[in-house]
């Protein structure tokens, strides 16, 4: 079964790009796991912070490493774009020796 956002896009249709894994204000996108938001890119900044971020719909996204790689190779201007942070789970160990764990986060193109 196909799940859909409130905004009524079909969550299937929109696909990961395939990137080398190598490497809570209201005004910015902060999701639980599970949880994604779709909409329009209404700005782009590559040069903030580490990895850049984008608008979407006017909110503020903070992109990771891999979110950034996969606007890079996934990007066309003024097309629909999905944020999700999944329900997995992944962990590492910090510079302390602490298990981290972590939902990671992605983002998904419309996939005609």
Do not use: C
């Not at 779709?38 to 608008?55: H, K, M, Q, R, S």
């Not at 006017?58 to 950034?68: H, V």
């Amino acid at each position: 079964m196909s799940k859909t956002d409130e905004s009524g896009f079909d969550l299937d249709s929109f696909a990961s790009p395939d990137v080398d894994e190598s490497e809570s204000d209201s005004d910015y996108i902060n999701l639980d796991a599970g949880e994604s938001v779709t909409g329009e890119i209404t700005d782009v900044n590559l040069t903030a912070g580490d990895n850049g971020l984008i608008e979407i719909d006017g909110k503020t996204l903070w992109l990771n490493a891999t979110m950034r790689r996969q606007l890079e190779s996934g990007l066309i201007a003024g097309e629909p774009v999905a944020h999700v942070k999944l329900n997995e789970e992944r962990s590492f160990e910090d510079e302390n020796g602490e298990e981290q764990t972590y939902n990671p986060r992605e983002l998904r193109f419309k996939d005609d």
